[in-house]
């Protein structure tokens, strides 16, 4: 009910304060990185007289359904998985049109400085979908720590065939992650938030994925929307050497370009 009342707010607010037409782009976004990126599309974008707005969203249930309901005309805060997820677990049918950057996710603690500190019968926080819990039980496993049964696509806790250290799991939702660091051993955390405490996953994540991580954080719209004039334009601004060279000098490192 209380998810139900904020996406109600939320909506409302939309509707009120950001129109959406032909010369009006509403974007829903995550604030670190993605509002900061279309920040710097926004002038590119009045030229051709266009006007971005950008909603910041850090709820993960609303983007989604705003933007299949036509309340936004595109998101810009998930990975093709977690879309792939949503778009069967709600019935939506929302489409990936440009992929913009990769944001590695990354293990981080306030109890230990270093991984191989890492106590028998710790306590790991990883987030409830499958698309993001698959993703830091992969991490986990590349760094030896656990084994996954190889038959599954998108690995749960439930799917360890090996836990060396019997690590005990709890998952949660992504965007409270960061407030579990006090209460865990170690949590998986996306870089989005991680930018959001002042830590750069280059330097403090104890566990990282490498660099040819499929997760790239995408630009999202309704199916059919796609080539319509606004969301052209919206992709073009998007894929420009300016944005390009703002993500490598802005993050260094912690984000990625991925055009």
């Given at each position: 009910?209380?998810?139900?009342?904020?996406?109600?707010?939320?909506?409302t607010a939309l509707n009120l304060n950001a129109k959406s037409?032909?010369?009006?782009?509403?974007?829903?976004?995550?604030?670190?990185?993605?509002?900061?990126?279309?920040?710097?599309?926004?002038?590119?974008?009045?030229?051709?007289?266009?006007?971005?707005?950008?909603?910041?969203?850090?709820?993960?249930?609303?983007?989604?359904?705003?933007?299949?309901?036509?309340?936004?005309?595109?998101?810009?805060?998930?990975?093709?998985?977690?879309?792939?997820?949503?778009?069967k677990n709600l019935g939506l049918n929302l489409v990936k049109?440009?992929?913009?950057?990769?944001?590695?996710?990354?293990?981080?603690?306030?109890?230990?400085?270093?991984?191989?500190?890492?106590?028998?019968?710790?306590?790991?926080?990883?987030?409830?979908?499958?698309?993001?819990?698959?993703?830091?039980?992969?991490?986990?496993?590349?760094?030896?720590?656990?084994?996954?049964?190889?038959?599954?696509?998108?690995?749960?806790?439930?799917?360890?065939?090996?836990?060396?250290?019997?690590?005990?799991?709890?998952?949660?939702?992504?965007?409270?992650?960061?407030?579990?660091?006090?209460?865990?051993?170690?949590?998986?955390?996306?870089?989005?938030?991680?930018?959001?405490?002042?830590?750069?996953?280059?330097?403090?994540?104890?566990?990282?994925?490498?660099?040819?991580?499929?997760?790239?954080?995408?630009?999202?719209?309704?199916?059919?929307?796609?080539?319509?004039?606004?969301?052209?334009?919206?992709?073009?601004?998007?894929?420009?050497?300016?944005?390009?060279?703002?993500?490598?000098?802005?993050?260094?490192?912690?984000?990625?370009?991925?055009?």
């Amino acid at each position: 009910m209380k998810i139900l009342k904020l996406a109600i707010a939320f909506l409302t607010a939309l509707n009120l304060n950001a129109k959406s037409d032909e010369k009006t782009i509403v974007v829903g976004v995550s604030p670190v990185p993605h509002a900061e990126i279309l920040e710097v599309v926004k002038p590119k974008l009045k030229e051709q007289g266009y006007e971005l707005v950008i909603s910041e969203i850090t709820d993960y249930s609303i983007p989604n359904i705003a933007t299949n309901d036509g309340d936004l005309d595109a998101n810009f805060f998930q990975h093709q998985p977690y879309l792939d997820e949503q778009n069967k677990n709600l019935g939506l049918n929302l489409v990936k049109t440009l992929a913009v950057h990769v944001e590695p996710m990354g293990f981080y603690s306030n109890k230990i400085k270093n991984i191989n500190e890492l106590k028998d019968g710790s306590v790991v926080a990883i987030a409830h979908d499958p698309s993001n819990s698959n993703r830091a039980l992969r991490i986990l496993e590349n760094a030896e720590l656990i084994k996954i049964d190889q038959s599954v696509k998108f690995a749960s806790p439930y799917d360890i065939t090996q836990n060396v250290k019997n690590l005990k799991f709890i998952e949660i939702e992504g965007a409270l992650m960061p407030r579990t660091l006090d209460e865990v051993d170690l949590a998986a955390i996306s870089t989005n938030f991680v930018l959001d405490m002042g830590l750069n996953p280059a330097t403090d994540a104890l566990l990282i994925e490498n660099s040819n991580s499929p997760y790239a954080n995408i630009i999202v719209t309704k199916n059919g929307n796609e080539n319509s004039p606004k969301i052209k334009a919206l992709n073009n601004a998007v894929r420009s050497d300016e944005v390009r060279n703002f993500i490598i000098n802005r993050y260094k490192g912690a984000v990625i370009p991925a055009f």
